[in-house]
């Protein structure tokens, strides 16, 4: 019969209360962590204010983090849109709960839209995301189908998709049209001008200059803002080169 030293009881007796310590640690310690009572169920915090959502998950021992903003037609500026654990996961104390928020709706500035075509006008709106919403026409000092009014100043934010009222020049009152200034322009710009007045070229006188290029107007008559019935000839002094 073979007889167990003193010092192996020893040690045997060591590995049987190690191995006693640490299933009561599981048991006591690390079993509870995982599944007892700590466990807290996430709340639906999605349409909440940002700052009622953070009191409401901080008071619950949840540890609340904004992660992101974005733009959002549904939900108004820093309301919660998402969260990640979603509502109703059950997650242990101080567990991080990610927020993203709303940034609103996504807004652009407002041009500046006068003098322009309604062409060009309309152009310019649909890259940024707005929409004409009705064209009137009205009577001013600018020339005929060019923009004269514009229902919101230049700079103001808008959201995107926003009408916007504009109203269409038909020229001065009936029967009178301010000249334009057409020193300084080419013919053939100054007759593109003159047609959207609904004027035209008149007597074209010709002189010759050699810092200036050909068919360049240095002189008009009548001069800038004389007052011209619609069809009336505007009469140009144009330069040429020997």
């Known amino acids: 019969m ?8 020893f040690k045997l007796s060591l590995y049987g209360l190690s191995f006693i310590v640490t299933i009561i640690i599981i048991n006591s310690i690390i079993m509870p962590y995982y599944v007892s009572g700590d466990e807290l169920k996430v709340p639906n915090v999605i349409g909440m204010h940002k700052d009622k959502a953070i009191e409401l998950l901080r008071d619950l021992n949840l540890n609340p983090i904004i992660t992101t903003s974005r733009y959002d037609e549904k ?56 929409v004409i919403d009705s064209l009137e026409n009205i009577v001013s000092d600018f020339p005929p189908n060019t923009i004269a009014e514009q229902q919101y100043p230049e700079g103001m934010e808008l959201p995107v998709g926003t009408k916007v009222r504009l109203k269409v020049s038909i020229g001065p009152q009936i029967g009178k049209i301010k000249a334009p200034n057409l020193i300084g322009k080419s ?37 800038e803002n004389t007052l011209l019935n619609v069809g009336d000839s505007i009469n140009v002094v144009v330069t040429l080169n020997k």
């Open 2 to 9: 073979r007889i167990i030293s003193k010092n192996t009881l």
């Open 187 to 223: 013919l053939i710009e100054a007759e593109k001008i003159l047609k959207n007045y609904s004027l035209k070229i008149g007597l074209k006188t010709y002189i010759y200059s050699k810092s200036l290029l050909p068919n360049t107007i240095v002189d008009q008559q009548p001069s």
């Open 75 to 130: 939900y108004d500026k820093d309301y919660v849109i998402f969260q990640k654990p979603l509502p109703n996961t059950y997650v242990k104390e101080n567990r991080k709960i990610y927020l993203t928020i709303s940034g609103g709706l996504q807004t652009v500035k407002m041009p500046f839209l006068i003098n322009k075509s309604v062409r060009d006008a309309q152009i310019t709106l649909q890259k940024l995301g707005l």
